[in-house]
C-alpha cells in the first residue's frame, strides 16, 4: 500500500519538480519560460517516438536506462517522503540509497563508452570523476546524521528528528546541510557544476553521456534524472526538517504529509533556483575546489557533534 | 681396528695411484680405496652408536659420536667428490684444460698428483678426527695444509699460485697459533693424575679431569686455539684465503675444502670448547665464539652482494656457514649443539652438491663470471641449472630444505637464551646472503638461452651430481634414524647435556 | 571423516604434483593431471573445510613425514577452515580454467612444471592456514612465497618478469624473518612453538616487548599481503604473472598474510592498546586510497587489477583495525561485527578478484597485450567473457546486489558504530575513515568504468582487438563458478553470515549471526541497536520483477520502432577507433586533480610537414611517480650497495694487509680477551 | 767449583733466562735486517741458541727427551733449513730486500712494543710458588712469536716470510721448552717433521712464484681480489 503511494508519488512528483525550478528560473530570469507540466509533455512526446541506436554499441547501451530508472526508484523507494516509515526501509538505509543511485551512475557510464563517440568517454570520465570527489563529503554529512540517530536507516534518521524540531538548527547540523546540499548539486548536475539546460559540447557532462539516446530511452533517463533529483532532494529536506512528517499513510494523515512535502520542496526548489541564478557554472578544474568546501563542511559537521 | 683401517686404507690408495701407470688404474684405485674409506666410516659409525666410544691403542685413537659423525661425513664428500672428478679431469684433459702437449706425459703426471694428494688429503683429515692426542691432531691439521696447497696449485696458472701462497702463509700462521694454543693447554694440564707422558695432551683425559685445569692458561690456549684453527675454519678477520685458495683450486678438492676441511677445523674447536667450557663454564669461550660468528657472518654480506665471480660467491657463503655454526657453538646448550650438529650435515651435503654445479658450469663456460656467463643455464644445461637453483635456495636456509630447520634451531636457541641481538643479527645477515644469492644465481640460471652449445653429458659427472642432489631432497623431509641418533649423541657429546 | 576428506585432497595434490611432474615429456598428460588433481584436490578441501566449519569440531592430525626433531601438525580450527573453504573455493575454479588456459602453451612450456609448482603452492597455502605450530608455519609459509614464486617467474626469458619474482621473494624473505623474530620471541615466553600455548600470550609480555612483537607481525605479514608501505612487489609481480597464477596470488596468497594477522591479532593478542588497532586503521585507510589512486593510472590491465588488490587489502585492514580498537575499548560486540566485516570482505575479494583475473588472462590470450590502449570492442567476439568480467566490476565497486557491497556496507556499519564508543579524539578516526572509504570505493567505480569500457566497448583499437575470439569452453566455466560465486555471496549474505559464528565465538567469545539476520533471514543488519538494514535479495527481487514486468515487454515493443544508425562523429567522415575516449583521457581529469601525489611528467612531440598547424603525428608520452619506491626504496637499495662496495676494500688482494687483520686481532684479544 | 756452578739450578735459570733474552735480541736484530742471506743466518744463529736452552734445561731439570729436541732443532733449523734457504737464494740470485713496507726504526719500536705485551700476557701467569722460569720464558716465547708475525707483515719478499714464520715458531719451540719441559715426544717428532716439510714446500712454492712471476716480492700477488 504505503509502496504503491509512494511510488505514484515519485513518478508523478519528479518532472514537476523538475517543470517548477525550470519555471521559477525563467520567471528569475525574466523569461516566460516552458509551463510547469512542460516535463510531462516531454516524456510523453519521446515514449511515443521511435528511437535510434548507435550502431558501435552493444547490449550495455539498451540495458543502462533500465538499471539506471529502476535503480532511482528503488532508491526512492527506501526514503521516507510522507510517512516518517520508508516503504522499502527494511531493503536499506541511506547507504543503500547512495549505492543504488551509484549502480545507476555506473552503467550511465559504461553507455556512455559504448556508442564509441568521444563525447560519452567525456562525459562518463567526468561525471564518475566528480561524483568520486563527492563521495567523501556526502558520506561525511551522512555520518553526522546518522550519527545523531545512532543508525543508518532513514526510518530511524527521520524518527529520531522527529519531535525536536528546532535541532536542525544545531551546528552540527547546519554544517552537515550545507556539505549535503553542495554534493546534491554536484549529484543532481546543476549549476554551478553542470548545466542540464546546455548541449554546448566542451561543457556538459550528464548531457554528453546520454547523447547518443534518443526516443523511449532517452525518456527514461530523462525521468531518472529527475526522480533521482526529487529523490535527493527529499533526503535533504526529510533528513534535516522532519516537519509534517507522519506517522502512517492513511486518512488525512497522507494529504497533510504530502501538503508538508511540497511546501518544503517549493522552498528547497526556490533556493536552487536563486543559486543557479546568480552562479555561472564552473570550469570543471574548479569543482574540486567547491566539493573541498563541502568536504571541509562535513568534517566541521563531525567535529561539532564532538564539541558541543 | 676400524679405526687403522680407515686410517690405512687411504695411505694404501694414495701409493696405488702414485705408482699406477694409466689414467683408469688411478681412477680405480681412488674409487676403490673412498668406496672402501666410506663402508669402513659407516661400520664406524654403527660400531660408535652400539658401543658409545671406540679407542685404540691404549686411547692413542679415539672416536666417540662426534668424531664418528665428522669422519662419516668426510668420507661421504670424499667418495662423491672422487666420483665426480673422474668425469670433470677427464672433460679437462680433453678440453686441454691441463696443458696439451703430445705426449700426454704432463698431463698423467698432473693426474697422478691429483689422485695421489687427494688421499693423503683425506687420510690427514681423518687423522685429525680420530687423534686423540691434540698435538697429533695439530700435526695433522698441518699436514693437510701443506697437502692441500699442492691441490691449489693443479692448474699451475699464475693466479692458482698467488691463492696457494696465500693459503700456505695465513694457513702456516693459523697453525702455528694452535700449536701455540695446544702446548699451553698441555701447559694447563700438567701435574694432572694420568697426565704423564704421552697422554698428557689426550683429549679424554683432559676432559675428564677439565676442572682441574690451570684456568689462566685455559683462558689464552682458547684463544689461540680459536683464532688458529679458526684460520682453518675461515671464521672472519682469518677468512681472507678462502676465496683465492677456492676459486683457484680445482671444483672437487674444493668440495672438499669447504665441507670436509672446514668441519674437520670446527671439530677441532669442539674439542677445545668442550675442555674450556667445563673448565671456565660456557660464558667466556660462548662470548668469543659468537664474536667471531657474527663477525663472519657480516663480513660475508656485502661481499655476497656485489660478487661478480661465482666459486667466489661460495666461497663467502662458506665463510657465512662457519659464522653459523661458530654461533650455534657459541649459544651452545642441547638445542644450539643439535643445531649445530645438524647444521655441519646439511651443510656438508648442500655445500658440495653447490660446487658441483659450479665445476659443470665453470667447465661448459670456461669462466666463473656472471658478467661472461650472461644467464640461461637453465637452458643450456637443465640438470645442472635446476640442481644449482635448488641448492643455493637450501644453503640459503629456504625451506622446504633441510638448512631451515638447522639455522630455525638455532635462532630459536639464541632468542631462547637471551641472545635475542644475536637472533635478529642472524636473521638480518641471513637476508642480506640470501638476496645477494638469489640475484646472482637468478640472473645466472634463469633468463633466455645464451649463445654457448648445449652441454655435452658426462655420466660420471651428472650422475653423482644427481644421485648428491636426491639426497639433499630427500633429507629435507626424511633423516634415516640412525644419523639422527649419531647427530644427537654428537650433539649430547658437545652440550655434555 | 572431516580430516579424512582434507588429508585426502592434500594428498591429491601432492600425487598430481608428482604425477605432472613425472609426465612432463606429455605435455597434454601433464596439462590434464596437474589441472585435474588440482580441481579433485580443490573438491575434497572444500567438503572437508566446509564440514569442519559447520562441525565446528577442530580436527587435528599429525604428518608422517619430516625431521622428528620438529613437530609437523596440522589443526583445523575454525579460521584455519575459513581461509581453507576460501582457497579450495577460489583453486577450484582456477584449476577448471586453467584447463582451457595452459593448452596453448603446449609444447613451448614446461606444463609438467606448471602442473608440479601449482599442486603444491595449493599445497602449501592449505597447509599455511591450518600448520598448528610456528615452526610448520614458517615452512609452509615459505614454501608458499617459493612455488609463487617459480610460477611468477614461469616465463623467465623477459627481463621484467625475472625482476619481479626476484623482489616478490627477496622481499617475502626479509618478511620471514620478521616472523621468525615474532614467534621465537613468543616461543621464548611461552617455552612452546604450538599456536595452541600462544593463545591470549602475547598481552602478558611487557609492553615494550608486546609493541615489538605486534609490529614485527604487522609488516611481517603485510609484505605479503601487500600493505602500504611494504607493497612494492606486488603491481610489479602480479601483471607478470601468468593469468591463472595472478588470480591465485591477488585472491589467496596476499589473503594468506590477512590469515596471519586474524591468528596473531585475534588468537595471540587479548585486548591490545589502542594505537595498535588505530595503527592498523590507519595503515588501511593509506593502503586503501593509493592503491585505488595508482590503479586509475594504469593502462596494463592486469597492474590495474593488481594495485585493486592493494586498495581491497587495505579495506580488509580498516575492519581488522577497527576490530582491535573495539577490543582494547572492551565492545565486544562491534569487534565481532568489524572482523566478520574484514573477513567477508576477504572471501569476497578472493572471489571477485579471481574473477576479474581470469577475465583479464582470457582478454589478454585473446589480444596478445596487456595493453588497454590495443583494446576495445570485445564485447561483440568475447560476450560471455565481457559478462563475467562486468559482474567482478560491479562487485569490486562495491554496488548492490553484489557481494562487494555487503562487506562495505558492514564496515561502513562498523566504523560508524565506532564513534560512540569512545569519547576521546581518536572516535574522530572512524568517521574520517568511513568517509575516505566511500572516496576509495568511488574511485574504484570509476576505475572499473574504465577497466571494463575500455577493452570491451565501442571500437577494437587494434587489429589483435578486432579478430580476437572468445576464449575455450573450460576457461568461460571457470569463470562462470566464480560468477556465481559473487551473486551467492550477495544474496545470500544473511546465510553466509552465519559461518563466522565459530570464528567470531573462538575470537571474542561473541556468537554475532543471530544478531546480524533479521526479517526471516531477508535482511542484514549491523546488530547494533536499532541500527539500518540491509537486503540484497529484496533489492535483486525488485530488480528481477521489475525487469521481468515492464523491460522485457517495452524492451521488445520498442525494439519494432528503433533502427540502428552511426554514432555522432563531430561531423567527421565516419567514427573510427581514433576517435574513441582513450583510458589516459578517462583517467586525465584525476590526474590533474590528485596531481600533486602523481607528480606526472608528460613529453609532446608533434612532427610537422606543412605549417605548424597542421601536425602529421604527435608522439605523447606521460608517467606518473611512485613516491615510496623514490623515496624510501631507491635510496636505501643504493645506500646498501654502496657501503657494499666500500667493504670490498677489505679483500683488496695483499697479504701483508691479511695478516695484519690476525695480527691485529690477536694483540686485542690477547690484551682484553685473555686476562680475567 | 765450577761442578757446584753447573749443578745449580739458579745458575741454570740464569744461563737459560740470558740465552732467552740473546734469542730476542736476535729476533729483533732479524726485523732490522736486509740482506737475506744474513737473514737467514741469524735465523740459524737463533736456533742454535734455542738448542742450546733445550740442553740446559734437559741437563737441569733431567728431562731426557729433550736432548733429542736439542739435536732434532740442531738438525732441522741449524743446518738443514739455512742450507736449503741459502741454495734457493743462489739459485734466485736475490741479493737485497727492498724497504719494508713500516721503515727500520718504527719497526724496532714496534717490536719493543710487543716485546711489552708479551710481558702483560705472561705477567697473569707468574704464580709466586713457582721458579720464575715459567713467566719469563713464556712472556720471551710470545714476543718471539709476535715479533715474528709482525716480520712477517713487515716483508715483501718471500723467502723473508717464510724465515720469519720460522722464527715465529722459534718461539714456539721457546715455549715449548721452558713450559713444560717439552711436548711428548712423538709430538716432537710430528712437529719437527712438519716444520721441516713445511720449511720444503714453502721454498718450492717461492721457487714457483720466482718462475712465473720473474720476482718474489709478494705484494706483487693482487690479481685476486673482491
Known sequence: ???????????????????????????????????????????????????????????????????????????????????????????????????LLGLGRF????????????????????????????????????????????????????????????????????????????????????????NPATHLELTMIHEAMILEYSGPYLALLEWAASIKQLVLMTLLINCFWPFGLQPTWFGFAAVEGIGWLLAKLLLLSCAIVVLETVNAKMRLFRVPELLAVAFTLGSLALVSTFLF | MLLLALLLVPIVTAAAAFLARRRAAMEAANLVGFGAVFLIAVALAARVLAAGTVSLANGFFYADALSALVVLLTASVALVCTTYTIGYLRNDQQSGALGDDASGKEQRSQLRMYYTLTPLFVFSMLFMVVANNLGVMWAAMEITTLVSVFLVTFYGK?????????????????????????????????????????????????????????????????????????????????????PDAYSEAPVPTTAILSTALLNCALYCLIRYYILTSRCLGSEYPGRLLLLFGLLSMGV??????????????????????????????????????????????????????????????????????????????????????????????????????????????????????????????????????????????????????SDAPTAKRRPWRDGSLLALASVLVVIAFWVPTPLLELVRQAAHVVSGQ | MIAELFLSGIIVWLVGAMASLAVWRQPTTARRVGCGAAFVGSLLVLAGSSAAIFSGSSPAINLPFGNPVFCWTIRMDPLSAYFSVTLAALAGAVSLYSFGYLRPMEGRRNL??????????????????????????????????????????????????????????????????????????????????????????????????????????????????????????????????????????????????????????????????????????????????????????????????????????????????????????????????????????????????????????????????????????????????????????????????????????????????????????????????????????????????????????ALPRSEEAADAREVSLPMRAGMAVLVLGCVALGLGATWFVRVFDPITQQALGVRASSALVMAHGWALSPGTAHGGTISTAGIALFFLLAGAAFALPLALRWRRRSVSGPAWDCGLPGLTADNEYTATAFSKPLRMIFSALYRPRREIQAEYEVSPYYPSAIHFESEIEHPIEKHLYDPLRQWIMAVANRMKGIQAGSINLYLAYIFITLILLLLFGVRA | MLMTHVLDLQFGDRIVTLMAALVLVLQIAMVTQRWIVLHIRIFAAQSFFLAMIAATIAWYNHAPHLYVAAGLTLMVKVVLVPILFERLVKRM??????????????????????????????????????????????????????????????????????????????????????????????????????????????????????????????????????
Open chain 1, 1 to 99: 500500500m504505503e509502496n504503491a503511494a509512494q511510488l505514484f508519488l515519485l513518478l508523478a512528483l519528479a518532472p514537476l519538480v523538475t517543470g517548477v525550478i525550470r519555471t521559477l528560473k525563467a520567471r528569475l530570469q525574466t523569461r516566460r519560460g516552458p509551463g510547469i507540466l512542460q516535463p510531462y509533455c516531454d516524456l510523453g512526446k519521446l515514449f511515443r517516438k521511435g528511437m535510434v541506436v548507435p550502431e558501435t554499441s552493444s547490449w550495455i547501451f539498451a540495458a543502462t536506462p533500465w538499471v539506471v530508472f529502476f535503480s532511482t526508484v528503488l532508491a526512492g523507494l527506501m526514503i521516507p517522503m510522507v510517512a516518517a516509515e520508508a516503504p522499502l526501509g527494511l531493503f536499506g538505509g541511506v547507504l543503500a540509497v547512495i549505492y
Open chain 1, 107 to 194: 552503467f550511465l557510464a559504461l553507455s556512455g563508452m559504448d556508442s564509441g563517440s568521444s563525447f560519452g568517454g567525456l562525459g562518463s570520465s567526468r561525471e564518475m570523476t566528480i561524483s568520486a570527489l563527492a563521495e567523501p563529503a556526502m558520506m561525511l554529512a551522512i555520518f553526522t546524521v546518522a550519527i545523531g540517530a545512532g543508525s543508518t536507516g532513514l526510518t530511524e534518521i527521520a524518527g529520531a528528528a522527529i519531535g525536536q524540531h528546532w535541532r536542525f538548527l544545531a551546528p552540527a547540523q547546519m554544517f552537515a546541510f550545507a556539505a549535503l546540499a553542495l554534493v546534491l548539486i554536484a549529484e543532481t548536475g546543476r549549476i554551478p557544476v553542470d
Open chain 2, 158 to 242: 699464475v693466479t692458482s699460485l698467488e691463492a696457494a701462497w696465500k693459503y700456505a702463509i695465513i694457513g702456516g700462521v693459523g697453525v702455528s697459533m694452535a700449536l701455540f694454543g695446544t702446548l699451553v693447554a698441555y701447559y694447563a694440564g700438567r701435574g694432572l693424575t694420568g697426565s704423564e707422558g704421552l697422554s698428557g695432551l689426550n683429549w679424554s683425559v683432559l676432559a675428564q679431569h677439565a676442572a682441574q685445569l690451570d684456568k689462566t692458561s685455559m683462558r689464552l690456549a682458547f684463544v689461540l686455539v680459536l683464532m688458529g684453527y679458526g684460520t682453518k675454519a675461515g671464521l672472519a678477520p682469518m677468512h681472507t684465503w678462502k
Open chain 2, 300 to 449: 660475508s654480506v656485502p661481499f655476497v652482494l656485489v660478487q661478480k665471480n661465482f666459486r667466489r660467491l661460495l666461497a663467502y657463503s662458506t665463510i657465512d656457514h662457519a659464522g653459523i655454526m661458530a654461533i650455534a657453538l657459541g649459544i651452545g646448550g642441547a638445542m644450539g649443539s643439535l643445531g649445530l650438529m645438524l647444521h655441519m650435515v646439511f651443510h656438508t651435503i648442500a655445500k658440495s652438491l653447490l660446487f658441483l654445479c659450479a665445476g659443470n658450469v665453470y667447465q661448459h663456460f670456461r669462466t666463473d663470471l656472471l658478467s661472461k656467463i650472461k644467464g640461461g643455464v637453465m637452458r643450456a644445461m637443465p640438470l645442472t641449472g635446476v640442481v644449482l637453483f635448488m641448492a643455493m635456495l637450501a644453503i640459503t636456509g629456504m625451506p622446504p630444505f633441510s638448512l631451515f630447520q638447522s639455522e630455525f634451531l638455532i635462532v630459536r636457541a639464541a632468542i631462547a637464551g637471551g641472545h635475542v641481538l644475536t637472533g635478529v643479527l642472524f636473521v638480518l645477515f641471513g637476508t642480506g646472503l640470501f638476496t645477494g644469492a638469489l640475484l646472482f644465481v637468478g640472473d645466472m640460471v634463469l633468463g633466455p638461452r
Open chain 3, 112 to 457: 609438467g612444471a606448471f602442473g608440479f609448482f601449482f599442486n603444491l603452492l595449493l599445497l602449501s597455502l592449505a597447509m599455511v592456514f591450518c600448520a598448528s605450530n610456528a615452526f610448520f608455519f614458517l615452512v609452509a609459509w615459505e614454501v608458499m612465497a617459493l612455488m609463487s614464486y617459480c610460477l611468477i617467474s614461469f616465463e623467465h626469458e623477459k627481463a621484467e618478469t625475472r625482476n619481479a619474482g626476484m623482489l616478490f621473494l627477496i622481499l617475502s624473505h626479509a618478511g620471514t624473518g620478521l616472523l621468525l623474530i615474532g614467534f621465537l620471541l613468543l616461543g621464548s615466553a611461552s617455552g612452546s612453538l604450538d599456536f595452541s600455548s600462544f593463545h591470549l600470550l602475547a598481552s602478558q609480555m611487557t609492553p615494550i616487548r608486546q609493541g615489538t612483537v605486534f609490529l614485527l607481525f604487522l609488516f611481517g605479514f603485510g609484505v605479503k599481503a601487500g600493505v602500504v608501505p611494504v607493497h612494492i612487489w606486488l603491481p610489479k609481480a602480479h601483471p607478470v604473472a601468468p593469468s591463472n597464477v595472478s588470480a591465485l596470488m591477488s585472491g589467496i596468497v596476499i589473503k594468506s598474510g590477512i590469515y596471519g594477522m586474524a591468528r596473531v591479532f585475534f588468537d595471540f593478542y587479548g585486548p591490545p592498546p589502542l594505537w595498535m588497532g588505530t595503527l592498523l586503521l590507519g595503515l588501511g585507510v593509506t593502503s586503501a586510497l593509493l592503491g585505488v589512486l595508482y590503479a586509475l593510472m594504469e593502462h596494463d590491465l592486469k597492474r590495474l587489477l593488481a594495485w585493486h588488490s592493494i586498495e581491497n587489502i587495505g579495506i580488509i585492514l580498516m575492519g581488522f583495525g577497527a576490530a582491535l580498537m573495539f577490543r582494547s575499548l572492551g565492545y565486544a560486540n562491534l569487534a565481532a561485527l568489524a572482523l566478520i566485516a574484514a573477513l567477508y570482505h576477504t572471501f569476497n575479494h578472493a572471489i571477485f578478484k579471481g574473477l576479474l583475473f581470469l577475465g583479464a588472462g582470457a582478454v589478454v590470450q585473446a589480444t596478445h597485450t596487456r595493453n588497454m590502449e590495443k583494446m576495445g570492442g570485445l564485447i561483440r567476439q568475447m560476450p560471455m567473457t565481457a559478462l563475467c568480467f562486468l559482474v567482478g566490476a560491479v562487485a569490486i565497486s562495491g554496488l548492490p546486489p553484489l557481494n562487494g557491497f555487503v562487506s562495505e556496507w558492514l564496515t561502513y556499519q562498523a566504523l560508524l558504530a565506532g564513534f560512540g564508543t569512545t569519547h576521546s579524539l581518536t572516535r574522530l578516526m572512524f568517521p574520517i575513515a568511513g568517509s575516505l572509504l566511500a572516496l576509495t570505493a568511488a574511485l574504484a567505480a570509476a576505475c572499473f568504468v574504465k577497466a571494463f569500457a575500455i577493452p570491451f566497448l
Open chain 4, 93 to 226: 740470485e736475490i741479493d737485497e730486500e727492498i724497504e719494508p713496507i713500516v721503515n727500520v726504526p718504527l719497526s724496532v719500536v714496534i717490536a719493543g712494543g710487543l716485546t711489552l705485551v708479551g710481558y702483560v700476557v705472561a705477567e697473569s701467569f707468574y704464580k709466586p710458588g713457582e721458579p720464575g722460569l715459567g713467566h719469563n720464558a713464556l712472556a720471551v716465547a710470545i714476543s718471539l712469536f709476535l715479533i715474528g708475525f709482525f716480520t712477517m707483515i713487515n716483508r715483501r719478499k718471500a723467502l723473508t716470510q717464510v724465515l720469519a714464520l720460522l722464527s715465529l715458531e722459534n718461539g714456539l719451540f721457546l715455549a715449548a721448552i721452558s713450559l713444560t719441559y717439552g711436548m711428548p715426544l712423538i709430538v716432537e717428532l710430528g712437529i719437527f717433521f712438519d716444520v721441516l716439510v713445511a720449511a720444503m714446500v714453502l721454498g718450492i712454492l717461492v721457487y714457483r712464484i720466482r718462475e712465473t712471476f720473474e720476482s718474489v716480492d709478494v705484494s706483487r700477488l693482487r690479481r685476486l681480489r673482491g
